[in-house]
Nanobody
Framework: QVQLVESGGGLVQAGGSLRLSCAASGRTFSSYAMGWFRQAPGKEREFVAAIRWSGGDTAYADSVKGRFTISRDNARNTVYLQMNSLKPEDTANYYC????????????????????WGQGTQVTVSS
């Protein structure tokens, strides 16, 4: 099992920034991909960004490209999501997830393809 714990959410004004953290623990997961997803009320959970513990490229949803940055700290077993230039439409519950499937050429982006999930952290952007 892999345990994931998110933190860093909160209330911020439009144009502001937040950094989310996802602390991972449990069985060996060095080959996993790690993703951030978000879900707004009444909407489906959507992909935001992904990264591998082993390095390589990253992936982003078009809606956050140029504003959000995903990164990792292997020594701390932590994945981060730096969110800049936040917009009201970024308001959602943000989830960290781990995908056991490994590929060095692409990331999976559907929420049902990921195996482990955190409890979520709420991000609210006021206009």
């Amino acid at each position: 099992q892999v345990q994931l714990v998110e933190s860093g959410g909160g209330l911020v004004q439009a144009g502001g920034s937040l950094r989310l953290s996802c602390a991972a623990s449990g069985r060996t997961f060095s080959s996993y991909a790690m993703g951030w997803f978000r879900q707004a009320p009444g909407k489906e959970r959507e992909f935001v960004a992904a990264i591998r513990w082993s390095g390589g490229d990253t992936a982003y949803a078009d809606s956050v490209k140029g504003r959000f940055t995903i990164s990792r700290d292997n020594a701390r077993n932590t994945v981060y999501l730096q969110m800049n230039s936040l917009k009201p439409e970024d308001t959602a519950n943000y989830y960290c997830a781990a995908d056991r499937y490994y590929s060095d050429t692409y990331y999976r982006t559907h929420w049902f393809q990921y195996d482990y999930w955190g409890q979520g952290t709420q991000v609210t952007v006021s206009s």
